[in-house]
Nanobody, 118 residues
Framework: QVQLVESGGGLVQAGGSLRLACAAS????????MGWYRQVPGKQRELVALITSGGRTNYADSVKGRFTISRDNAKNTVYLQMNSLKPEDTAVYYCNAVNAFVSGTHYWGQGTQVTVSS
């Protein structure tokens, strides 16, 4: 099992920045890809960014050029630096980790609220 704990959410004005962190514990050897997703009420959870164990990244079009995902394997932590935030970035952000050995097995954090005021 893998436990994920997010931190760093909060309230920020449009144009501001926040950095989210997700600390992984437990069977961390099993983790391959880690990522961030977000969800607003009434909508499906959507991918924001992901990063492989080798450092390859992928971003949703809506955040390219504004958000940066990074990973510190020594600390078992993944970060999401969010710059130039917009009101439409308001959501609950969830950390995700993929099990490399058991197909289809994902782990989720509890979520952290990000609110961007206009």
């Amino acid at each position: 099992q893998v436990q994920l704990v997010e931190s760093g959410g909060g309230l920020v004005q449009a144009g501001g920045s926040l950095r989210l962190a997700c600390a992984a514990s437990g069977s961390i050897f099993s983790i391959s890809v880690m990522g961030w997703y977000r969800q607003v009420p009434g909508k499906q959870r959507e991918l924001v960014a992901l990063i492989t164990s080798g450092g390859r990244t992928n971003y949703a079009d809506s955040v390219k050029g504004r958000f940066t995902i990074s990973r510190d394997n020594a600390k078992n932590t993944v970060y999401l630096q969010m710059n130039s935030l917009k009101p439409e970035d308001t959501a609950v952000y969830y950390c995700n980790a993929v099990n490399a050995f058991v197909s289809g097995t994902h782990y989720w954090g509890q979520g952290t609220q990000v609110t961007v005021s206009s």
